[in-house]
């Protein structure tokens, strides 16, 4: 092999480090801004599904999405006896219809001035309330959730 050609594939395989080297890095950075109470999340045409477990880590979760149409959005949230969350929907386009269901729950009324606000407590010794958001046309919304 020539001086030229093994210089060549040195410099090839120094630049696919470099590349694979960025790229792994981006990936860790990409997985490091995922919200770690989220366990599971499917998207389907008409209908998506997030699972939420406040157990290991007890930061607020906000999303901003939207739903429309016979598009409709579900927060699962897995609780125990004792646990308090405050649950928030703040319309930022449009007007969101907010439902908050679950076995063993006491829901109330919260004292939010801009929008849907819900606290949530616990009665039974596990339960996986759902918070349930569609609008009609369309509505873009926060959602805040927070263990207190």
């Known amino acids: 092999m020539s001086e030229s050609t093994q210089a060549a594939s040195g410099r090839l395989s120094w ?12 990936l860790a950075v990409l997985a490091g801004c995922a919200q770690s ?17 406040f157990t290991q880590d007890t930061r607020p979760l906000t999303f901003v999405s939207e739903v429309g149409g016979e598009h409709m959005s579900y927060y699962k949230v897995l609780a125990f006896e004792g646990d308090r969350f405050r649950v928030t929907v703040t319309d930022l386009e449009g007007k969101t219809s ?14 939010s001035m801009n929008g849907f606000q819900r606290i949530v407590e616990v009665q039974e010794l596990e339960t996986l309330f759902s918070i349930e958001l ?15």
């Open 98 to 111: 907010s439902v908050i269901t679950g076995d063993g729950v006491e829901i109330r009324e919260g004292t």
């Open 134 to 148: 569609d609008a009609h046309p369309y509505a873009r919304y926060r959602l805040g959730i927070e263990k207190i």
């Open 37 to 53: 109470q989220v366990r599971y999340r499917q998207e389907r045409v008409s209908r998506d599904y997030t699972y939420i477990d």
């Open 15 to 26: 630049r696919g480090f470099l590349l694979l080297t960025t790229l792994l890095l981006s």
